[in-house]
């Protein structure tokens, strides 16, 4: 019943995305449309709960569509429940926030359509049993993203981030289906099941392994195949930013890990080395990217980059500690991994709906136009600022739970065998503190000159709260990060029937500790009990509110602030948001970014102001990309031929491709 319900909510929403075009004319068209949305999201979250928690059986079913030989094959089992709760609880609250939100959508008739057979595309791909169904699912979801990222394609800059959007998510689908035709072999045996009693050799494997990184890498935003996400995410409309971001990405990690964890059986400990050690690299420069973002929704895209690769470090340290034998460790190492996922959902999807709110109020997502929100959108201002805390990994929140349980599996790894993965382990235990410490730094930046201070902006100084759909749907996933902060048990155990079929454990039930108390491995080593953390926080802040405004004189006494002598009236004596990164830029910008700062000082007594100039370069796209795309012009162009070849050349070239394919199947075989 799990899986049919499912497959009936994705043909729910692709009827939807086809009732979209007639209905975008009408006024209320785009309530309809993210109305039936938020329903369909809301039957299919309950759907996939029911299948994580035991309520319904693992489920199968077969259609008769696809390959002749296959057909479709679609699977409800626990990996799949996690992972659509959280593709339909991101896409129910980005539908109930664009319920407000899409009264602002210039272009209604570009998104509706897109918007609901994206949603559609997720839950496909995470259902789909099979290579071909998979792949078929994972390049919808990839084309109607695409054009989402597209329907502001006049804006500046846009056209160019659907342009390697594209490029991007083509090389990825390549990777994917190089890595499950290695999979399938000679016979072709495309069904998950069938791959699964395969066992591949080692040599096979390897391929997998390095094509399934590229493939989900590339869509997820691992470093360096990142340089696609700081440019779609902030050009699509902000609720497909959040599913973007929030979902999308997880759905990457999804692939990663039916493959890496499931179809490929049991890689060794190289495997876990490689990805430990891309999940540290990108979860530094994920955060020194964003320190480097004076766009607030770039930053925010940056950081999608950052916690990705704190999840890809808790599914190399799994990997490693299963290659070892270590399988308790294994089951803390991927939980975390599993938890981060979710977390991850929750406050970005929050941060990307705050910054639609506060671009909806505003216009502006420079951060150095705003500033002074706090006064004008107090709602939205308090919600984001849940949202900085939690991503900021700061108690009781859930970004702390999962990053504290990640930092639990680093202390177990001086108990791995090889000393390769020792040091990695504990090199990277590193990067995740520093990386920790930056997005700490980054987000004081982001809610301090956004939301404090003085207006830099007439925008700003005019902004008004928005309306209630939206400021709902925020303050809602607002609750939910502090419920799996407080509650991070309950979490932890509905984990465990995933990490017991990937691993072969799970951790020990964690909700019948006494005071909610999480135990990953043992009193003796560990614990956090987030409950009373929240607590003592509330009851010290309540009691400080309380000796401040009752017990405190209740004369008022004003003095100006302290300004070195310089009184300045205006707004731009503020920080911004270039200057509060100044320092970390020159620490790390020099070395990673080549960052370079140009100074234009006046000579005296010309009234003209000062100017500062900083450039950064990416690495990434410097050296890897920038370099492909410049091969594959430089092939295209020479190629062009093949478009005037006579008949004859045509018939000779198909004959010769042909043979070789043949020779390559003998070969093969």
Not at 293 to 314: C, M, P, S
Request: hydrophobic fraction near 60%.
């Amino acid at each position: 019943m799990g899986v049919v319900l499912g497959l009936y909510c994705s043909g729910t929403l692709l009827l939807a995305a086809i009732a979209a075009v007639p209905l975008g004319r009408a006024r209320l068209g785009s309530i309809a449309v993210y109305a039936a949305c938020l329903a369909v999201s809301l039957v299919a979250l309950i759907n996939a709960l029911a299948a994580l928690l035991g309520l319904a059986p693992a489920s199968d079913a077969v259609l008769p569509i696809g390959l002749p030989w296959l057909g479709a094959h679609f699977r409800l089992d626990p990996l799949a429940a996690f992972f659509l709760i959280v593709v339909d609880l991101g896409g129910a609250a980005a539908s109930l926030f664009a319920l407000g939100y899409g009264r602002h959508e210039p272009a209604p008739r570009r998104v509706l359509p897109f918007y609901a057979a994206f949603l559609a595309g997720m839950n496909l791909t995470v259902l789909a049993d099979d290579a071909f169904s998979f792949l078929l699912s994972w390049e919808f979801m990839s084309l109607t993203s695409w054009a989402l990222v597209m329907a502001h394609h006049r804006e500046r800059d846009n056209a160019r981030a659907g342009y390697v959007y594209l490029v991007m998510a083509s090389f990825g689908t390549l990777a994917l289906l190089l890595a499950f035709g290695l999979l399938a072999g000679p016979a072709g045996a495309y069904g998950f099941d069938a791959i699964r009693a395969a066992h591949p050799g080692e040599t096979a494997v390897a391929l997998v392994l390095i094509l399934a990184l590229l493939g989900a890498g590339s869509k997820a935003g691992l470093v360096p195949l990142h340089v696609w996400l700081p440019l779609a995410h902030p050009a699509a409309p902000s609720h497909v930013s959040a599913l973007m971001s929030g979902v999308m990405t997880k759905v990457a990690i999804y692939g990663f890990v039916r493959i890496a964890f499931d179809l490929l059986g049991a890689p060794g400990w190289w495997a876990g080395m490689t990805v430990l050690v891309l999940g540290g690299i990108t979860a530094v420069m994920g955060v020194l990217y964003a320190l480097m973002e004076h766009d607030l929704k770039r930053l925010l895209a940056y950081h999608t980059v950052e916690n990705i690769g704190i999840i890809f470090i808790g599914l190399g340290l799994s990997l490693a500690f299963r290659a070892d034998g270590m399988i308790l460790a294994a089951a803390l190492a991927l939980t975390a991994a599993l938890f981060h996922v979710l977390n991850h959902s929750l406050f970005k999807s929050l941060l990307f709906l705050g910054s639609g709110a506060v671009l909806a109020a505003t216009g502006e997502r420079n951060m150095d136009r705003l500033g002074g929100l706090i006064r004008r959108m107090p709602r939205t201002a308090f919600a984001f600022l849940i949202g900085c805390v939690a991503i900021s990994a700061l108690p009781p929140l859930n970004g702390f739970v999962s990053e504290w349980l990640t930092f639990q599996a680093i202390l177990l790894s001086p108990d791995l065998a090889q000393w390769g993965l020792r040091i990695a382990s504990v090199s990277v235990g590193a990067l995740l503190a520093l990386s920790a410490a930056l997005a700490a730094a980054c987000f004081v930046k982001a809610y301090g000159i956004s939301f404090l201070g003085r207006p830099r902006s007439e925008s700003a100084a005019r902004a008004r709260e928005v309306d209630a759909w939206s400021t709902g749907t925020m303050i809602l996933l607002a609750a939910l990060c502090l419920l799996a902060g407080i509650l991070p048990g309950f979490v932890i155990d509905a984990l465990a029937p995933l990490a017991r079929p990937l691993v072969g454990a799970n951790l020990p039930a964690q909700s019948a500790m006494s005071w909610l108390t999480i135990v990953p491995i043992a009193a003796s080593r560990s614990s956090y009990n987030g409950l009373l953390v929240f607590l003592f926080i509330a009851s010290s802040g309540g009691l400080a509110a309380f000796a401040i405004h009752r017990l405190a004189s209740r004369t008022l006494r004003r003095a100006p602030p302290w300004d070195c002598g310089f009184p300045e009236p205006s707004p731009f004596a503020q920080y911004s948001s270039v200057s509060f990164a100044q320092p970390i830029r020159r620490v790390f910008g020099s070395v990673v970014f080549r960052a370079r700062e140009a100074v234009t000082m006046p000579a005296p007594g010309d009234a003209r102001p000062a100017l500062l100039a900083v450039t950064l370069r990416d690495p990434a796209w410097d050296a890897i990309v920038a370099p492909v795309a410049r091969a594959v012009g430089f092939a295209a162009e020479r190629m062009n031929y093949l478009q005037f070849l006579t008949i004859r050349r045509y018939l000779s070239l198909v004959f010769a491709a042909l043979v070789a394919i043949l020779l390559i199947l003998a070969i093969w075989q």
